[in-house]
């Protein structure tokens, strides 16, 4: 991709057309304006570790049952969840992740290691890879070097916007 050409990803519009959020124009904030709260991150935990009926949901997250049906509801509705049908007397339904649910895996894994590192003295899970335990680091696709914090930087794409904010014309 060319420097300054900006990028279109596929996938439902999660935010009704005209429904902006205050403050800075962020992925961030539409994201966790999504996501953010507990109960659908623990949601999305539960799926990846393989937890897909409503039962073991509301079991393993603690979430009241009529909260995680909302939050369910929701997560669909937003294109990160897909209800399938797997019993038909009575109906009964798992969770499956949809693509935009799957893309979440590297968010989920941040969060564990954080939480392993910050507030946990003893990780309660370890994520595998094959016969060890997963060590990940990020890695830029466009050149493959791995990415340290320091050397990112922000280049704003929304007009009226910079880097410290909201662009003044005083």
Known sequence: MASGESTVRPGPAPLPAGHELPGRPCSV????DLVGDKWSLLVVREIFFGNRRFNEIARNTGA???RLAARLRALIEAGVLEQ???Q???SRSEYHLTAAGRDLEPVI???LAWGDRWVSPTPPVTVMHGDHELDSESTCR???EVVAPRSLRIRVNRAGWDRSGAATTD
Do not use: F, N
């Open 64 to 66: 009241p049952r009529d």
């Open 84 to 86: 399938r049908e797997y």
């Open 142 to 144: 466009a050149c493959g």
């Open 29 to 32: 904030a539409s994201a966790l």
């Open 109 to 111: 894994h941040a969060l």
């Open 88 to 90: 038909t007397a009575p």
